[in-house]
Nanobody, 114 residues
Framework: QVQLVESGGGLVQPGGSLRLSCVVS????????MGWYRQAPGKQRELVAS???????NYVDSVKGRFTISRDNAKNTVYLQMNSLKPEDTAVYYC????????WGQGTQVTVSS
């Protein structure tokens, strides 16, 4: 059974940076694409970044040039480096497998505020 554990969120001022991590249990991590999602209050959850098993990345327009997704298959971990953060990036961030959605983890809260 795949379990997803996110960490690294916090409170940051506009323009600041955070690095999120997601550890994925299971032996087949390297086979699957991974994605970072976020859900802001009153809004639907959205996929903001994804990375294939081969390392191809894709981003929603609102985070292009500011966020970078990466993965370490040896550590079963996917990362999201977030730079130039804006108040509208405030949300709970989750990771999951875009092509094979598993039960959601607890997420990690990111709050961008002065």
């Amino acid at each position: 059974q795949v379990q997803l554990v996110e960490s690294g969120g916090g409170l940051v001022q506009p323009g600041g940076s955070l690095r999120l991590s997601c550890v994925v249990s299971g032996r087949l991590f390297s086979v699957f694409a991974m994605g970072w999602y976020r859900q802001a209050p009153g809004k639907q959850r959205e996929l903001v970044a994804s990375i294939t098993s081969g390392g191809t990345t894709n981003y929603v327009d609102s985070v292009k040039g500011r966020f970078t997704i990466s993965r370490d298959n040896a550590k079963n971990t996917v990362y999201l480096q977030m730079n130039s953060l804006k108040p509208e990036d405030t949300a709970v961030y989750y990771c999951n497998l875009p092509d094979y959605l598993r039960s959601w983890g607890q997420g990690t809260q990111v709050t961008v505020s002065s």
